[in-house]
């Protein structure tokens, strides 16, 4: 049976691949992280359309994927448009900052976004929020320098990002024009989902799009009779950076890999 393909710039859409794994277990999967090309978000929509071509194609080339999960916000928004005019005959599922879901449950109707410069930039994202903030009040908040912090495993960098961006993304509580929702608009941030809570009270609901994602995969599939009915699925290991580093990234953030995971294997 063929895999579905997964990509990021790094190790991000590991996030989404944890909620793909658990929504779909006897699928397999081939995880690219574009690490020697990260971070994608601080860099125009060029270099990032053409990363994300360049990464399908290796998927496609190397392994017929049957589908495609762009685990990135930002190669999302700048590239799946392309993909999908590229590549017609292949199901492509993209993931946005979980907007709607954010503004139909905040109390308080103030949400902060948490995302890459280049997402919230976008032309999508803004027609995401036109369409979808209401009478909301949504505030951007991009992150610089996160997803590299998270991609060194630079703890202290981590920490110290995160109180600032939080602090940013305040102030948190239930009465009026206090943030009661914070949307995870980058795949990288539910990783370091726990520092961020450090910085917030108890209550405040952070939203992230990895369980969505999985169900819409879930749901393209069965769509085309491609879903596999049996067996106990796999995982291989990508990328275009050191994939010792990725199989410890995995092994840390995916928590349980199946016994049947195939040892990762270098990028042709
Ligand atoms: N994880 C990616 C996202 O969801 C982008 C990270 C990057 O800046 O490379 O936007």
């Given at each position: 049976m063929p895999h579905i393909g997964?990509?990021?710039?790094?190790?991000?859409?590991?996030?989404?691949?944890?909620?793909?794994?658990?929504?779909?277990?006897?699928?397999?999967?081939?995880?690219?992280?574009?690490t020697?090309?990260?971070?994608?978000?601080?860099?125009?929509?060029?270099?990032?359309?053409?990363?994300?071509?360049?990464?399908?194609?290796?998927?496609i080339d190397a392994h017929g994927i049957k589908a495609l999960v762009v685990?990135?916000?930002?190669?999302?928004?700048?590239?799946?448009?392309?993909?999908?005019?590229e590549h017609p005959a292949l199901p492509i599922v993209g993931l946005e900052p979980a907007l709607k879901p954010a503004v139909a449950t905040s109390r308080t109707g103030h949400i902060s976004v948490m995302a890459t410069r280049g997402t919230l930039a976008s032309a999508k994202y803004a027609a995401l929020r036109d369409s979808f903030a209401g009478t909301a009040?949504?505030?951007?908040v991009p992150c610089d320098g996160l997803v590299k912090a998270i991609e060194g495993f630079d703890t202290a960098a981590i920490e110290a990002l995160c109180a600032r961006y939080m602090a940013e993304a305040g102030p948190f509580g239930h009465a009026t024009g206090e943030v009661d929702t914070v949307v995870l608009g980058c795949t990288h941030y539910p990783l370091v989902k726990s520092e961020l809570q450090r910085h917030a009270p108890p209550s405040l609901r952070f939203i992230d799009t990895g369980a969505p994602v999985a169900q819409q995969t879930r749901r393209v599939l069965a769509s085309l009779g491609q879903l596999a009915d049996g067996g106990q699925g796999g995982l291989l290991l990508q990328g275009s950076g050191d994939l010792a580093v990725l199989e410890a990234a995995a092994a840390h953030w995916l928590r349980q890999p199946r016994p049947s995971d195939a040892p990762a294997t270098a990028a042709a």
């Open positions: 997964v990509f990021d710039s790094g190790v991000g859409g590991l996030s989404v691949l944890a909620a793909l794994r658990a929504e779909l277990q006897h699928e397999s999967f081939v995880y690219f992280a574009d020697a090309f990260a971070p994608y978000g601080e860099r125009g929509d060029a270099y990032v359309t053409e990363r994300s071509r360049q990464v399908a194609a290796q998927l685990a990135c916000n930002t190669a999302t928004t700048a590239a799946i448009h392309l993909l999908r005019s009040t949504v505030r951007a």
